[in-house]
């Protein structure tokens, strides 16, 4: 069965160093999210492509994140540098173009920790 | 803007009792609804979905219809088991394509 796969997993960082993530979507799939979820709380949307184009960064901190999907294919999360409330999980999800009807897939996640 | 609203939690309840996690919306124009679960540690995994008003989505014993006209998509499952305690997130998809979610509904589930 096909996934979406993230890594790591886990990430302790420590405050001011730069953080990359990594994201492969689903084969296919043209659609890309970043969510961020705070412990508690939903997921917030920071990103979303359509194939290698940002579709909404607006709720991006573009100061410190940066986001990537060259080629349209997989996709990098950054963050430079790091501050104490960037801890929370980052999820990627896909989902096929154009059809409003379907659902996203996610992965597992990336548990940040910032100390 | 479009956003979900979930009852707040934690729902604590004996296995085999009758679960209901309300959800309602707010969205412009004509979304699509989920409702997703997480497990501790892990990303959201699609429970179920409605794309159209009255339709009910199932999957495992649990359903949920689209009601257009008090915008609810309500979580219903009649007997839970311990395997069921997880977060429980309602969502909405419209036609900005981006998936909005609720704050998540804590369920715990006593043998």
């Known amino acids: 069965e096909a996934e979406v796969a993230q890594s790591p997993r886990y990430k302790i960082t420590e405050k001011s160093q730069a953080v990359a993530f990594w994201c492969d979507p689903i084969?296919?799939?043209?659609?890309l999210y970043w969510y961020r979820q705070i412990l508690g709380q939903g997921p917030e949307l920071l990103v979303q492509?359509?194939?290698?184009?940002?579709?909404?960064d607006s709720q991006l901190p573009k100061d410190r994140f940066s986001a990537e999907r060259l080629k349209g294919v997989d996709s990098t999360l950054k963050i430079q540098p790091a501050e104490l409330g960037d801890s929370a999980m980052y999820l990627c999800?896909?989902?096929?173009?154009?059809?409003?009807?379907?659902?996203?897939?996610f992965g597992q996640g990336t548990r940040l920790t910032v100390v | 803007g479009d956003s979900v609203t979930q009852m707040e939690g934690p729902v604590t309840l004996s296995e085999e009792a009758f679960l209901t996690i309300n959800c309602t919306y707010t969205?412009?124009?004509?979304?699509?609804l989920f409702w997703y679960v997480q497990y501790p540690g892990e990303g959201l995994q699609l429970l179920l979905k409605?794309?159209?008003?009255?339709d009910k989505g199932s999957n495992k014993g649990f359903e949920a219809t689209y009601r257009k006209e008090t915008t609810s998509f309500h979580l219903e499952k009649g007997s839970v088991q311990v395997s069921d305690s997880a977060v429980y997130f309602c969502?909405?998809?419209?036609?900005?394509?981006?998936?909005?979610f609720g704050p998540g509904t804590r369920l715990s589930v006593l043998p």
């Open positions: 999800a896909s989902s096929r173009m154009g059809a409003t009807l379907t659902e996203a897939f």
């Open positions: 492509f359509q194939d290698e184009s940002v579709v909404d």
């Open positions: 969205a412009t124009g004509y979304p699509s």
């Open positions: 969502a909405l998809r419209a036609g900005g394509q981006n998936f909005v």
């Open positions: 409605a794309t159209k008003a009255d």
């Open positions: 084969s296919g799939h043209a659609t």
